[in-house]
């Protein structure tokens, strides 16, 4: 919940009530936003 709450800056009640399927769902969203965000750092100053 914490990669949720940090890349989407929801705070942990607002998760709460969410279904475990709908967490995974949003984690995955959340690590696909930080390894596009990663990789655009990463990659684009060489």
Sequence with gaps: MADIAF???WPP???DD???EDL???REK???RLK???EATHHGSR
């Design 7 to 9: 890349v989407f800056h």
């Design 13 to 15: 009640d607002v998760m």
């Design 18 to 20: 969410l279904p475990i």
């Design 24 to 26: 995974a769902l949003w």
């Design 30 to 32: 959340a690590r696909q």
């Design 36 to 38: 596009a965000q990663h």
